[in-house]
């Protein structure tokens, strides 16, 4: 059974960072994309981020020069780095795994970012 366990959200004052962490169990996704979506109350899921197993990297405009992702194979694990929080990065961020680039396989329950003023 694969599973998707996200760590790492929280509260923190707007210019603040945080590191979301994601271990994957039941198979290895070293060979398949992994990512990062999010969703804020009432608003759709929207991506965050993305990253091939050879390391290509895509991240959404909103986050761009703020947000990192990365990814440590050994570990089955991706991680996303936000620096310099905005309130307006409040939401839930769900772990993402498998499927073509563009689409997913699996989901993580999702972590709670919260950003104060």
């Known amino acids: 059974q694969v599973q998707l366990v996200e760590s790492g959200g929280g509260l923190v004052q707007a210019g603040g960072s945080l590191r979301l962490s994601c271990l994957a169990s039941?198979?290895?996704?070293?060979?398949?994309?992994m990512g990062w979506y999010r969703q804020a109350a009432v608003q759709q899921r929207d991506v965050v981020a993305r990253?091939?197993?050879?390391?290509?990297?895509t991240h959404a405009d909103p986050v761009k020069g703020r947000f990192s992702i990365s990814r440590d194979h050994a570990k089955n694990a991706a991680y996303l780095q936000m620096n310099n929080l905005k309130p307006e990065d409040k939401a839930v961020y769900y772990c993402?795994?498998?499927?073509?680039?563009?689409?997913?396989?699996?989901w993580g329950q999702g972590t709670q970012v919260t950003v104060s003023s």
């Open positions: 993402t795994a498998g499927g073509s680039w563009g689409e997913t396989d699996y």
């Open positions: 039941g198979r290895s996704f070293n060979t398949e994309n």
């Open positions: 990253m091939s197993p050879r390391g290509t990297r």
